[in-house]
């Protein structure tokens, strides 16, 4: 919630960098932190979610939140500790195979 820090990334990145940001969530957050800190980083245009920590987690319906309320894809989720083993593109099936409590085995 450092706005200060936010802006002076901005400043740094600039708008036509090139650079395409991802907003990286632990999906162990609550909802009203994931859309405070959605909102906190609004300035630097991310384009897709970043959900981490889902081996620690049994629930993943604020998946599927954060996505319906900001209309932003899922470009990658994290699995586990090791990286880069551990990362991994989200696609719908994956999705929706942790909405339905059945996690993949990797």
């Given at each position: 919630?450092?706005?200060?820090?936010?802006?002076?990334?901005?400043?740094?990145?600039?708008?036509?960098?090139?650079?395409?940001?991802?907003?990286l969530?632990?999906?162990?957050?609550?909802?009203?932190?994931?859309?405070?800190?959605?909102?906190?980083?609004t300035?630097?245009?991310?384009?897709?979610?970043?959900?981490?920590?889902?081996?620690?987690?049994e629930?993943?319906?604020?998946?599927?939140?954060?996505?319906?309320?900001?209309?932003?894809?899922?470009?990658y989720?994290?699995?586990?500790?090791?990286?880069?083993?551990?990362?991994?593109?989200?696609?719908k099936?994956?999705?929706?195979?942790?909405?339905?409590?059945?996690?993949?085995?990797?």
């Open positions: 919630y450092d706005v200060q820090r936010i802006k002076e990334l901005k400043e740094m990145i600039g708008d036509d960098s090139g650079i395409s940001s991802h907003l969530l632990s999906v162990g957050t609550t909802q009203s932190e994931m859309i405070k800190t959605a909102a906190s980083f300035p630097l245009k991310f384009r897709t979610f970043i959900f981490t920590k889902l081996d620690e987690s629930k993943f319906g604020s998946i599927v939140n954060q996505v319906m309320k900001l209309k932003m894809p899922v470009s989720i994290t699995t586990g500790q090791n990286v880069p083993e551990d990362i991994e593109p989200a696609d099936k994956t999705i929706i195979n942790l909405l339905l409590n059945e996690k993949q085995n990797n």
